[in-house]
């Protein structure tokens, strides 16, 4: 193992002491830690590092979590896809609406190619106005601006930006004058008769990059000159110094603002404002170079969603006798990240599910005729025949997944062993499932005890090994017990899930595959 | 005059063929200027410079604003007033809620102070749910963020956050795993009568100040150090790879994020680390200082508006049992600064109308017994003594306010001379007041062409002025002049404003000053 720095380790160790189990923040601030502070002692196993801290605390590390490498936040060029025209010859990325809405796959992947390649175009979106608001709700939160909560792109009699005539537009970034700048637009056209008014794109990272390789010296210029960007109407006076190319402080380009209408007026000595227009002029040659150029046409229906502080945006003059109207509105980036990560988690954990019943879920039953697998899928598929709702069916499918030693590991064995299954496996499920889902699966051994409580001749009916085990949990319960059980939120429903339980344990009962419920599951972890 | 640079100088020409003379916006790409662009030719006077350009335009820039300094957009350490916990011992920045809202000069110095000192506090805040989204709604925009459009601080029972227990937090700045992150953040007190729960706070630009005073390596080693932060929970997962000082690319302070919680795990070569971890540990260790700790005590109403890129806010521990209800959300610095120049813009406006009414108002008017300051001030007063809206009480004062030599300047003179002084006037209110007022006063004088068409008797009370230039004006309408003019919106207040002008024109009226009407024309500002 490398050489660690102390302080480094410390303040990422994992124990109860010094994060928050719930929500992982760190419970001690960096100065708590006392100075001179040192390892006093290591053991490296298979399992990870175990410290033993000069100040006395004791830390263990897994293994994984030593050897993992850094990443990034997916915003700069080291995690972007750079284009020109030519890489989408076959075609842009997009996607229907509907199935935007219904496949979490799809939508990972529009929101994928929005993050790689700064845009993505949905199809078929209800031609309605505002719609374009839930677009946005959909993976973020809307921006509100000077404009409003939406904009409408279309000829306005008394215009206060050149976006609402029907001349063409260069490409640009909206609002460079807003510090923070918008970094999502959305485009949403309702209507696009006119002849004229195509889109056009232009990958500015790409353009930054070119002008990098070209003239490394006039790149330098634009990183280093704060332009100051201005807007002005009668209710707003916007400004924002802010340079052309935005690098992060290992020199990645991370951020473009461009937008030819707005720059106001630079200050400076004449020599250093003829290299700023010098570098200024090449690079606007060439974000209108024709090959970084993506041209395309939004018609009515299609809502264009891209990266405002990477792709430059254009327009073709169009003919004011046709009717063209958008519909925009602004939105950020990090919400839109966040969601394609949780997108990503779940589809994970449903990989992890559906391992577990292929892999552990084959095992024996405790003495059942049934693998652990097909219990809990007869289950489900008996929950579902029954019409039960999603959340139920869910539960069911679920309920017995703390049987699994798979998923008793990582931080949930920091809380404590607990060999009560339904508990496990209902803390573990708590990662992606809400309680509707949860709360079945902690008490359904607990509405086992409840039923033969209170129905008479339900005991009699259950399986030997599930009349062994009553006992080993506690047996019927006292009829104060019943009565609590009863008064809790989610009793109805366990005591539902319970009786599918008992019922699930036909041999070859030919129950379908987990892939039959993976869209059910994948909507409810939304 | 010293060197010019050619192509700054020539993306800077005012004139209307280069810039929208509505909303400013530049008219040219700038890669439309031709290679080699040089002044063929240039005269200078008091005017200022006239250039002929090697391309055959011609440019006129005014002196003035050739001479203008840079300025910035008041963002970084330079435009801000560093403070510590002394420069407050007579009190922080604060007004009364309903002194704000009445109020423009009130609050231009609470948002001043946000600006300059990074905080305020407005007391006397309903202590209703939501107000907070009103409050924020007076200079700018809520930022939603997944913890919603506004967020509730107060203990929960299963918190996804340390901020909603009672233990003390130590100073930090909020979601800085966003990007871009909230700038503003407003809290508002709906009880507090928790023993404990204090607020703190701590100007992270003094920080880094003394920071790079004490340790200049580490200052920088701060600035250069993309810093994961995180959050995690069921429906989120937030990353943001930001510096803990960010510098502006003159080095200047201009974003602080400090959140010990929520930094993940920084990854590199150990001495690296080892680097980072010293000079975190040293920054952390300063923003603890006393002497940098301003502490105060929300109570009841109050309610906190401050910079969450500038300064650290922190609160003492509480006990559980008593009560303590905060509502916060977030908004931005931008609309904040724009409200705030809207504000300064319509002060000088202000100042500027007082000016006139108090210089050249005092010249003749026309051969009427009252000055032309006296004329507008009595109509203005016979409006509100008529009980009339308060834009009609403008208009009225407002009507002939294109008399004034000083009126016909900058810009307007750019759109051609006109000398009607009802379309004059009506043309250089609307940089302040909507339609409302203007059209009121450019239909003034078809008012009186109107009203002698239509209305038996109306021409023989006019004045021997006023019927001379009704002559000049066109005399009385046509019957079908006299139908468009009453269709016209803005018609009959116009008529209501003519009558008032028609009798302001007593001698020693004694009428109030110009001050008496400046609160109403503030109001119709917004």
Not at 204 to 230: H, M, S
Not at 345 to 373: H, I, K, N, S
Not at 421 to 436: K, M, V, Y
Request: proline share 6%; charged share 25%.
């Amino acid at each position: 193992m490398s050489q660690l720095s102390p302080y480094w380790l410390r303040d990422n160790c994992p124990c109860a002491e010094c994060r928050d189990q719930r929500n992982g923040q760190k419970l001690f601030q960096i100065t708590d830690l006392p100075d001179g502070l040192a390892i006093a002692a290591r053991t490296e196993s298979d399992g990870g590092l175990e410290v033993l801290w000069s100040d006395g605390h004791r830390s263990r590390y897994p293994l994984e979590w030593l050897e993992q490498q850094g990443g990034g936040d997916g915003r700069t060029e080291a995690d972007k896809r750079p284009w020109t025209a030519a890489d989408f010859r076959h075609g842009v990325p997009e996607a229907s609406w509907e199935a935007y809405l219904a496949d979490p796959a799809e939508r990972a992947a529009v929101l994928g190619a929005v993050r790689r390649s700064g845009f993505a175009v949905l199809r078929g979106v209800p031609a309605v106005e505002r719609q374009v608001l839930a677009v946005a709700g959909t993976f973020g939160y809307v921006r509100v601006t000077n404009y409003g909560e939406l904009f409408d792109v279309r000829v306005e009699p008394d215009p206060n930006n050149l976006a609402f005539t029907s001349v063409a537009i260069a490409p640009h970034t909206d609002n460079p004058y807003r510090d923070p700048v918008p970094t999502l637009q959305l485009l949403h056209c309702l209507d696009n008769s006119a002849p004229g008014g195509d889109s056009g794109l232009v990958d500015g990272f790409k353009a930054a990059a070119v002008l990098r390789a070209e003239a490394p010296e006039d790149f330098a210029v634009l990183t280093r000159t704060p332009v100051p960007f201005v807007f002005r109407d009668r209710a707003t006076e916007l400004r924002a110094d802010r340079p052309l190319i935005g690098v992060d402080p290992l020199g990645r380009i991370r951020e473009v603002r461009f937008n030819n209408r707005s720059i106001g007026t630079l200050r400076g000595p004449a020599e250093e404002l003829d290299a700023f227009y010098a570098a200024y002029r090449r690079f606007a040659a060439i974000t209108l170079r024709p090959e970084l150029r993506l041209e395309f046409r939004l018609d009515r229906g299609d809502c264009l969603i891209f990266d405002n502080v990477r792709l430059l945006h254009a327009r073709t003059a169009f003919e004011q006798d046709g009717s063209r109207h958008l519909q925009g509105c602004y939105a950020d980036l990090d919400s839109l990240t966040s969601t394609l990560a949780v997108l990503d988690r779940q589809a994970a954990a449903l990989d992890e599910l559906a391992g577990l019943f292929a892999g552990e879920g084959a095992g024996e039953y405790l003495g059942e005729a049934v693998t652990m697998a097909e219990h809990m899928l007869q289950a489900g598929a008996l929950a579902e025949a029954a019409g039960a709702a999603p959340h139920l069916v869910a539960a069911a499918l679920l309920h017995d997944v703390g049987h699994f030693q798979g998923a008793l590991h990582g931080r949930d064995l920091m809380l404590g062993q607990d060999n009560r299954h339904s508990d496990t496996g209902a803390r573990w499920l708590e990662r992606w499932f809400g309680p509707e889902v949860t709360e079945p699966v902690r008490l359904h051994v607990a509405a086992k005890r409840y039923l033969c409580a209170v129905e008479p001749g339900y005991r009699a009916k259950l399986s030997e090994a599930s009349e062994y085990t009553l006992r080993v949990q506690g047996g019927p319960m006292s009829a104060e017990q019943a009565a609590a059980f009863a008064a809790l939120p989610g009793a109805a429903d366990a005591v539902a899930v319970r009786r599918w339980d008992e019922q699930a344990k036909e041999a070859d009962a030919g129950t379908p595959g987990f892939e039959h419920f993976r869209p059910l599951l994948a909507a409810l972890m939304r």
